[in-house]
T-cell receptor, first 113, second 114 residues
């Protein structure tokens, strides 16, 4: 059974478009995250939600807007895509805030042309 | 089950000192190890990433080493500054990111006194 799933796996789009990436976890976890993996493979946290509430909002452009319709879902919407948004985006979940284990989704490779 | 331990839990040093933070893990079959810093009330900032095939990585005043066989990593901070005060976390990834799981240590809270 898939624990953390993301759709789509690959997304190729043009500059200026608006796109969404969806994330779902079936682990019953309270906390979900969005990370961006840059060209150096660093994972940089973007957002953290706990029980549908935004906890952490790192310095990301406000073109990025997360939405959590329920505890099991955390979607990422990106407006007016730019070339620099090209990266792999990972969703993750953990049982609760501060838990030492995080379970990651397979990633969404976004390419902006 | 992977367990990650960071020692010490807290560290206070005067400005200018060199210091070492320790991270140990129980399962040496890791994919990579990443050091983060976390400032109060904020998210994680990536510092250094070491792939399992590497021994160390350097960025500015920071140097991270990895000894997979002994299950240890160290983060060396040279000439510490008050702005280095934060909680430092290490995270060990079991497999490639598609395998899904990272285990974080509890962190070392560093205070650098002016």
């Amino acid at each position: 059974d898939t624990a953390v799933s993301q759709t789509p796996k690959y997304l190729v789009t043009q500059m200026g478009n608006d796109k969404s990436i969806k994330c779902e976890q079936n682990l019953g976890h309270d906390t979900m995250y969005w990370y961006k993996q840059d060209s150096k493979k660093f994972l940089k946290i973007m957002f953290s939600y706990n029980n549908k509430e935004l906890i952490i909002n790192e310095t990301v452009p406000n073109r990025f807007s997360p939405k959590s319709p329920d505890k099991a879902h955390l979607n990422l919407h990106i407006n007016s895509l730019e070339l620099g948004d090209s990266a792999v985006y990972f969703c993750a979940s953990s049982p609760r805030m501060g838990a030492n284990e995080q379970y990651f989704g397979p990633g969404t490779r976004l390419t902006v042309t | 089950k992977q367990e990650v331990t960071q020692i010490p839990a807290a560290l206070s040093v005067p400005e200018g000192e060199n210091l070492v933070l320790n991270c140990s893990f129980t399962d040496s079959a890791i994919y990579n190890l990443q050091w983060f810093r976390q400032d109060p009330g904020k998210g994680l900032t990536s510092l250094l990433l070491i792939q399992s095939s590497q021994r160390e990585q350097t960025s500015g005043r920071l140097n991270a080493s990895l000894d997979k066989s002994s299950g240890r990593s160290t983060l060396y901070i040279a000439a510490s500054q008050p702005g280095d005060s934060a909680t430092y976390l290490c995270a060990v990834r079991r497999g490639a990111l598609s395998a899904g799981k990272s285990t974080f240590g509890d962190g070392t809270t560093l205070t650098v006194k002016p």
